[in-house]
């Protein structure tokens, strides 16, 4: 019986495709099985399925394969993969199993958030705020910062959001001038994220009889 188990098991992978083995390793990984996820997502990788390269390169990543992870995020990279930009991009500008080089990692980061991928947009909107990946003072303050933090903070990305409400209120850190509508719009938004009610904070508890 357990010969004949393996027998089937073994047909139905060789007659899966790679978009079949791909959704099996992502329902495998979504349900914690990340080692039952390995299979069919390194089946569909061989055959060069970009979404199973970038989360094979994923899992390779995080568990410190670095070198085989960073060669499956240039594989689905290169087919315009956005999830592959991002590995890929990540990993060269924190020289994870490459030369580190921070303007051509930027250079992937910037591809796969052009595509809408939105942790991609962001990592961008973060390294305009902080300074990161080459950028400084001065570009934080250029529309294309605005505009990067605008998309993250659309996507409720809480640091932009937060910095777009100060930059409204007080006219400065980025290319904006002072407009108390924006800048209450953006707290409004960012008080429902943390989910914080502001009417509430000033009233008092009643004191129980």
Known sequence: MLFLSGVLLFSASAIAGPEEDYQAGVKSYRDGDVVGAMVPLRAASLAGHAKAQALLGEILDRTDFDEDAI???????????PDGMLGLGVMISSGEGTKKDILLGRDWILKAAEKGQLLAINVIAQAYLKGELGYTEAD??????????????????????DALALAYATGSGLAVSADRALAEQYQAQANRIRNIDPAAKGKKKQRRM
């Open 140 to 161: 934080r303050t250029t529309p294309a910062a605005l505009n990067w933090i605008k998309l993250a903070a659309a996507s409720d990305y809480l640091p932009a959001i």
């Open 71 to 81: 060669v499956l995020f240039r594989k689905s990279a290169e087919q315009g993969e």
